[in-house]
């Protein structure tokens, strides 16, 4: 029944962009949303189709206009958000689930943090809903599914321009995953929709725009040893909760609008200043309810406060306002030069509590950049008020060598709070605990070298953290004691031998203390054949993706608090993720299909990325799937 809803929901979907393409054809559109070009490849590497080029961009950025770079066969096979990252992440197996990076890097903070982040892979935050420049209305659908009809994944881009200088974009994303498990289930639906608007000329621009996410999850907690000896049904392999789950929703509305001060710019000698505004409003809610918790404590530990059931419930609604002045330089997409002020006022209710808080920040932006060599980028925020001590200073530099290719670095420092969850948790209306945290104090150091004839990267990364926080084998939050250091290097290279390719990615990195605790070594490889045929009127792909992450001591999950926590019971030795891949292009149409993990057929041993959480595929069932995508043009 949900399967069936699901599907129609998406069907609906179809129609309604079909029916709007078709009622949008042979209109005449505003030059300012994107214009005809002449058929080929462009300087850009736009896509062009029938003489109409896709571009996109963020509103916040909107200097940086990128190629619709989703109509290639490139990744194409690799349905997950999870494998479609450039460094490797881990999930608890079924699509949706809660993923964890199998690397350290800076947080991404400015004042207050709730401190749920196992889903950002799937959900789509209001500043990221990308809007379209394009001459005619555009659609993009997606559909992939795997051996059950409850395993399904959509998603869906439309953009049309209508008169009076508006344009219309929506973005749709959908997941909905069964689980191989019992008791386990997950569903994300992500929706964001933008209205963009430009008056005087295009002087002054205005964007619109709603963003709606909703995760839910049934979560089995641990799941039972599977036989080492045969391959078994997964859904004979037992769970340790059986009435245990979690929503996690947001809703986003944001109205942003730039105005430029001069109406005529096009002297290149004259600086051009713009003021701009956003006002955002967002509303946050965290539930997890198990109704029949299991009857020791071996699981939740600490957590379990009632035998009857356990319940954690935390809400926030977010006011945010930004203003800021920039400066544009002649002959220089970015700005030189912004800055400006945000201030969001929380309230929060953390059940049986409430409260509220206020940031208030001063930030700033710094962009130089010289001839096409040399590129120079800054940037800082300094916390005010209740945010006194917060900070944060950024920048990087790049150089274009030539035929050497480019070599790029920067440095960063910052300080912060930490999460919310970390300093005070309330299950079932008791406090669990209540913490004196100390900020957080993170540098770091990178350097990355590109060489695009040789198709090969290598990036270096040091990482300094003071106050590091991390949550015990009893998902109860600690702090160290003494700075953690983290040092990473990653190397691709990819090799072409006609129509026979070989892709590369190695990860090395090591910590200073095991309270960071990753695998040593990463690589990826992926082997494929990819050519034109049938008299270059498609274009297909044959191949085979290997993975392999050594011996390390996983995490494990605690979906009570949505968060990964350290685990003492299990190491994993080498793992070999194995999978094939089938693809091919007609025009705008695309087609995959894949089988998944083959290594248990041949040694009868399961593999896992997370604690418990034995990767399905390779289990009886098998891990085939499917998927298909269709760009349409009016």
Not at 89 to 117: E, M, T
Request: hydrophobic content about 40%; proline content about 5%; charged content about 15%.
């Amino acid at each position: 029944m949900a399967y069936t809803q699901f599907l129609r929901k998406h069907i609906l979907f179809c129609l309604v962009v079909c029916l709007v393409v078709v009622g949008g054809y042979g209109q005449q559109l505003p030059s300012q949303f994107g214009g005809p070009v002449a058929s080929g490849t462009d300087s850009l590497g736009g896509v062009v189709i029938d003489t109409a080029r896709i571009e996109w961009f963020l509103p916040e950025r909107a200097w940086e206009v990128h190629p619709f770079a989703d109509s290639t066969l490139v990744q194409f096979h690799q349905y997950d958000p999870v494998r479609r990252q450039r460094l490797p992440w881990a999930s608890l197996g079924n699509l949706g689930s809660a993923a964890y990076p199998l690397f350290f890097d800076v947080a991404k903070r400015q004042g207050f943090d709730v401190g749920i982040h196992a889903w950002d892979l799937y959900l789509r935050a209001v500043e990221q809903i990308p809007y379209y420049r394009v001459s005619i209305p555009f659609s993009n659908l997606y559909y992939s599914q795997g051996q059950a009809q409850d395993d399904a994944r959509f998603k869906g881009q439309f953009s049309r321009n209508f008169a009076h200088q508006l344009n219309f974009s929506l973005d749709h994303q959908a997941i909905n995953n069964l689980g191989a498990f019992n008791n386990q289930r997950t569903r994300v639906i992500s929706l964001g929709m933008g209205l963009w608007w430009q008056r005087l000329g295009g002087r002054y621009q205005a964007f619109l725009t709603f963003a709606e996410n909703n995760m839910q999850a049934q979560e089995p907690g641990a799941i039972g040893p599977p036989p080492a000896d045969t391959l078994v049904a997964a859904f004979t392999l037992a769970t340790t909760l059986d009435e245990a789950y979690v929503r996690f929703a947001n809703r986003d509305w944001s109205w942003f609008h730039l105005l430029r001060l001069k109406a005529d710019s096009s002297s290149q000698h004259r600086f051009d200043w713009r003021i701009g505004h956003r006002m955002t409003v967002q509303q946050h809610t965290y539930k997890y309810f198990d109704s029949n918790p299991p009857a020791d404590t071996s699981f939740y530990r600490l957590l379990q406060t009632d035998d009857r059931g356990l319940r954690q419930f935390v809400r926030w609604q977010t006011l945010a306002n930004r203003f800021f002045l920039r400066l544009h330089r002649p002959q220089q997409a970015p700005p030189a030069f912004e800055l400006g002020i945000v201030h969001r006022y929380h309230q929060l209710y953390q059940e049986p509590r409430d409260s509220n808080l206020h940031d208030l920040f001063v930030q700033g932006d710094l962009q130089w950049q010289w001839r096409q060599q040399l590129y120079l980028s800054a940037n800082a925020h300094m916390g005010l008020w209740q945010n006194l001590g917060e900070y944060k200073i950024a920048a990087s530099l790049s150089m274009a060598l030539g035929q050497a290719g480019r070599l790029s670095g920067g440095m960063l420092a910052q300080r912060y709070r930490p999460p919310l969850l970390a300093q005070q948790a309330w299950i079932s209306h008791q406090r669990v605990w209540q913490n004196a945290l100390q900020p957080i104090g993170e540098r770091a150091l990178w350097g990355h070298y590109q060489l695009a004839a040789q198709a090969m990267e290598l990036e270096v990364r040091y990482v300094q953290v003071h106050n590091y926080l991390w949550w015990d084998s009893l998902a109860t939050p600690q702090q160290a004691t003494t700075p953690v250091h983290y040092w990473r290097v990653w190397l691709s290279k990819d090799f072409a031998f006609g129509p026979l390719h070989l892709d590369n990615r190695l990860l090395w990195q090591r910590a200073s203390s095991t309270v960071l605790r990753l695998p040593t070594w990463y690589a990826a490889h992926s082997l494929y054949l990819q050519g034109s045929i049938f008299r270059k009127a498609m274009e297909a792909r044959i191949g085979i993706d290997a993975r392999f992450i050594t011996r390390w001591q996983p995490v494990a999950w605690m979906p009570l608090l949505g968060q990964f926590y350290l685990q003492e019971a299990i190491s994993y030795s080498i793992t070999p993720l194995i999978d094939l891949h089938v693809a091919f292009r007609v025009k705008t149409f695309r087609f995959f299909f894949k089988v998944e993990n083959l290594v248990p057929y041949i040694d009868k041993q399961y593999y896992a990325l997370i604690a418990h959480h034995y990767l399905p595929y390779g289990l009886q069932g098998g891990g085939m799937r499917f998927g298909l995508s269709w760009r349409l043009m009016n």
